[in-house]
């Protein structure tokens, strides 16, 4: 008895992982409704940010060597090296998929 639970255990189980869903995003089509935003640009100074763009919301201080230090704001995340910008990074929005296939 033990073995057969064993054997229909698994095949159950294979049966879900074989049968997975994968939702795949192409990178340009990630926060599509944020791309009209101005973000700081490379090498802009922390104080140039801080008096164009405001306060951010929370401040991450800086890690590693050289030090790398992160700003986020609502809609993206603006990484620093020592005093100078790195990039700057659009936050995904998540949305229900499953209202937006209703609406088709």
Same mark, same amino acid.
Request: net charge positive; proline share 7%.
């Given at each position: 008895m033990g073995k057969l639970f064993a054997?229909?255990?698994?095949?159950?189980?294979?049966?879900?992982v074989s049968f997975a869903e994968v939702i795949? &995003? +192409?990178v340009g089509s990630q926060a599509a409704d944020k791309q009209h935003l101005? &973000? +700081?640009n490379n090498g802009q100074s922390r104080d140039s940010v801080e008096a164009q763009f405001g306060a951010p919301e929370?401040?991450?201080?800086?890690?590693g060597e050289p030090p790398i230090s992160?700003?986020?704001y609502r809609d993206y995340?603006?990484?620093f090296e020592y005093d100078k910008v790195l990039h700057s990074v659009l936050k995904h929005s998540a949305k229900n998929l499953d209202s937006e296939s209703e609406t088709e």
């Open positions: 054997v229909i255990f698994t095949t159950a189980l294979a049966a879900q795949k &995003l +192409p101005v &973000l +700081p929370a401040v991450n201080n800086a890690v992160s700003w986020q995340i603006v990484y």
